[in-house]
């Protein structure tokens, strides 16, 4: 069983900048891909970002490329997501989502799931 905590949500202007976290409970992190997804008000739930296990391998929506970057620190059982260039359209519940085996961008692979956090960026 894994529990996860996302902190780092807030209101931001379009062009800024917010790091979430994702904070893990238990042992074995390093074992576990971590997922980023969000849901905006009125839309599914959509896959935004993911690490790999410790052996590395991010993956990313098309939507976010270039502007997101996941990372993850085992030692803290703790992964971020460092979103650049935030537009309005970022705007959204995001949630922190954990699998084990290999990387996944289907909402469907992965088991844990943390409670999310809210982003709103205005213009």
């Known amino acids: 069983q894994v529990q996860l905590v996302e902190s780092g949500g807030g209101l931001v202007q379009a062009g800024g900048s917010l790091r979430l976290s994702c904070v893990a409970s238990g042992r074995a992190f390093s074992s576990y891909v971590m997922g980023w997804f969000r849901q905006a008000a009125g839309k599914e739930r959509e896959f935004v970002a993911a690490?790999?296990?410790?052996?590395?391998?991010?993956r990313y929506a098309d939507s976010v490329q270039g502007r997101f970057t996941v990372s993850r620190e085992n030692a803290k059982n703790t992964v971020y997501l460092q979103m650049n260039s935030l537009k309005t359209e970022d705007t959204a519940i995001y949630y922190c989502?954990?699998?084990?085996?290999?990387?996944?961008?289907?909402?469907?692979?992965?088991?844990?799931w943390g409670q999310g956090t809210q982003v709103t960026v205005s213009s």
């Open positions: 989502a954990a699998r084990g085996g290999v990387l996944y961008s289907s909402i469907r692979r992965y088991d844990y």
């Open positions: 690490a790999g296990r410790s052996d590395g391998g991010t």
